[in-house]
């Protein structure tokens, strides 16, 4: 079957998503919904979709699934409004910041019977995906300690930190997700420390911008995250899984994949710099896997489960980071 | 403007260059032309594109170009089809086996005022083209030396060594365009030295599977091509230029970007193992040149003179091989 | 001048400082000591030096400093002995595992206004002098955050264990020092979380063999350490730095620096896999560092409080394990 | 046994030689010889050896070796001066610039049962060992090509150019030895260009400094030498074996394996720069490989031969440089 979907919101990441369905086969793009009509009609005019408004899209016959890829705080609304609508849904990150209003969600996609997908792309990434392989496969034996560093090229405008909901739910909650999945085992305690020596303007609005995590498993499984809000050199992205048997590690993406050598030294270029780039594989393959787990009825990869847990370790981080004192996970 | 391009040829480069065109803003796929039914159903279904025959495509007002992926030994009698028909004609390399053919067939272009660029994909991989601009920005001063490596996988099966028209010829030749292309200066001498290692066959049909090639310009430029129908760790693909201020490398590309460290040892997966695979980006980026240069009616990057040029080191190339003499260029 | 050293231990550290020694110009080894005389004696084969009691060493006119390499619980005690006797001393980590003993000893090294160096080994590391380097020139710009990754190749016997002091003393503390080192800021408050994952006889003593540790600065600054004692693939080393400007990092040390690539994958050999061998380069500057700052009558590059104050972040580690509270220091 | 040896020539290479015998058990540095006093003495401070005339340590019944590390011009007769005074005899290469003459050497050691090694290091170089092992072990399957990289930080003096022989056998004669020693089989044929990029002045003394040579053995196995008397980044040691079952390769020597990121991109430090700092283990094995040779009466792991037969190619790459013809060995 050909899955018709359409997309919510025509910014990057639903420009990202579009493009994506448009190659991915088993999809058709069917349709492209936003207030800024320009947007929409960008959309429109390079992969040849209609424009339309979202409850004529929630009443489309030909619209089997949405992409939500509209501002955080209409996300659980649309994951509702979907749900009852009958469609499948692929919902971005986060399902929202408070985790009661997630739970209210997810509660409605249960009722419903619906299919919600949330998008933590980086599980789709193939350099974390070869890391998990190598965790599957038996290589690196019982995972024992997961190291996650993640910084960001540079921070966001106050204006962006604001609705953010803090660096902990904003930009380690890929990391949370990252670690439940390679860890296999859900985490239980949660340590971490909290500075702010990046940008002044990020601890005036009460956030951090370096942040250290500590997570530990019943078993005594460990995760170590590390993110800031800086990285001159590009989009600092790793993962390391240590194991009984070994070690397995993603580095990082150059821009290209060459050395230059002059009698200044030995260099090759800075890291991928934006997350879109980075990440272009991880996008396409996370809309593959979400056409292909719809059109074989088979569960999606992620649920809104894995965003509510998620958001529930960035609440734990908070905390522990205010307090100083680790914070146990029911 | 969009430029309407019709295929022929719908064996696996015809596809690659389908998928290419469909994903190039500025280009649209009219047209595919393949004796085999099937392979033409195949690229229409995935892509949305007419099936219609050669003489059709010549006179169809709707395709503005063609892309040549037919059989080597067809390449010329449609370069010069074409030419006369009035379209831009991107061509496969070779564009034959015979050089005196090949200036037929420029000539022929030349007195119809026609477009021809001869595909030449490595000029448009992004690692060689970062080393190339690391010689365009003066990173490297002067060049005074290019190593190229080349070795296949594995060796083509005897059927298709009997119509390659011979390793240098057939493989060779890419490595001949990127020295040209790198030395900056046109090839005045040739030495080289061929062996049958890899498969007897090969050598019983009077053909080589293991080369070494030294060129050297007039300046005393000099580059070194090693090329090998074998490499069990995958497509191995290297370029390194040495100039007066420094070096710079392509390295070759991982299927992923992932280290495995155990008792064994520190592993990486293989090298990519297939052309295809592992020039995705040139083949996209060169289309797109194709495209940008009719559209913007500037010249093609590649030409048929470049087809001629690469075809007469492997010429020279051989005879140096089978001789024991430096082959002096006119 | 030429500095006149005693050896006090001739097991495996005592006879790495006696090659040391023997090839440091400036310095001659003048004696060795051991209970067991088959190993003074080994050393004095080989290095062509007398064999002499603790007692008279502390006597000998040609004496001028001595190296302790003793088992930990003599150090603080021959520190005192030969501080009164006048010589320059270098102690091997930990002075002691007790605060309060090794507080003591420096109170009796400053009282006689005695030298004492403690051999933190890996600040002389030449690619850890090269981070440090980076830090120093401004390449970094201010530091932000520091991770230090040290794995052992494996555990040590549960004998051992028992004398070691836990794993926060006996291995963590080299890191503790790193981090102070690289940091350039006293550490104000620790987190840390504690698994016995590797070992269960480890567990049964009370001790922990996978470990990590977040420390603070009063400025917010902040390092990570993880510990683990097991690495299949060697003995795993590694310092990042990440400052305002951008981030060095030290990376392991391979048996070879070879790269051999099959059907299998691409592979170097593991890392070396001995601290005494991975770290021979340190031991040698260590050894030349204190003969150059004694007879030049410059402070050691290290000293007594330096092991202080690692111990001190130890006892703190442990208790943040312990209760999952951050501990902060006075 | 403990070898006594003589230096001959307290140079720096005569330095570092000193340095290694006094640090290999089994062998006692015993004197030194040096026309120039001062160079003498230095030697003798620094190891506690004599200082002796050549006369005088091949009548000393204390020596049992000489290391001779004089001008090349001097070698061939003070290896027959000493093969007749019963000395085990170590020689720097190369033997003589005159095949004539070193094969009339070899002739003199014969004729009194005399034990020559010539100094080919790179043999002795950890890294290119464990290429040389991945074929003994057979990881790379059956050798068919060898590529060897070599290039000079800077070209040496015009003073030394004179009298050094030409390039070929200067510089690239220990690339023949390796050659030889990697591809397991007497080369058969060379070809070679030769070109002057580097420093004028060099060419005006007859002599190349950018040169490439193929290398081809009765079995078709192929090697190719590139060398060049420039390398701004460092001393650039390359070697790759290509087999029938994968590659091995001995990557370059970094001043530290540190990693600096910071928005101008990623860099390392650049290669070891000078001979004798990039080979300093090489040095010592070589050394400790001649004693022990010598010690336990096995042949020496280098001979006279050796050196004959990289001089022999050496003759021949320039003939093929200069004529433009293979030149076929007898």
Known sequence: MTLGIAILGAGRIGQTHARAISATPGARLVAISDPFAEAAQKVSDAYGCDIRSIDDIAASDDVDAVAICTPTDTHADLIEQFAK??????????????????????????????TLMVGFNRRFDPDFMAVKAAIDNGSVGDVEMVTITSRDPGAPPPAY??????????????DFDMARWLLGEEVQTVVAQ???????????????????????????????????????????????????????QAQNTLEANVVVA?????????????????????YANEIAAFVTA?????PTPTTGLDGLKALELADAALEAAQTGKAVTLA
Chains 1, 2, 3, 4 share one sequence.
């Open 194 to 248: 909290a500075s702010n020596l990046v940008d002044p303007e990020i601890g005036k609005l009460g956030d951090y911008d370096s942040v250290n995590v500590i997570l530990r498993t019943a078993s005594g499984k460990q995760a170590v995250i590390t993110n800031s809000r800086r990285a001159s050199y590009g989009y600092d992205q790793r993962i390391e899984v240590h194991g009984s048997k070994g070690m397995a």
């Open 294 to 298: 719809v059109n074989s009825g088979q």
């Open 85 to 114: 609508a009958g469609k499948k849904i692929f919902c971005e990150k986060p399902v929202d910041l408070s985790a009661a209003r997630v739970k209210q969600a997810i509660a409605t996609v249960e009722a419903e019977g619906a």
């Open 161 to 174: 930190i604001k609705v953010s909901g803090g660096i902990f739910r904003d930009m380690t909650i890929h």
């Open 262 to 282: 002059t009698a200044d030294g030995i260099s090759t270029p800075p890291l991928m710099n934006f997350f879109m780039t980075r990440y272009t594989a991880a």
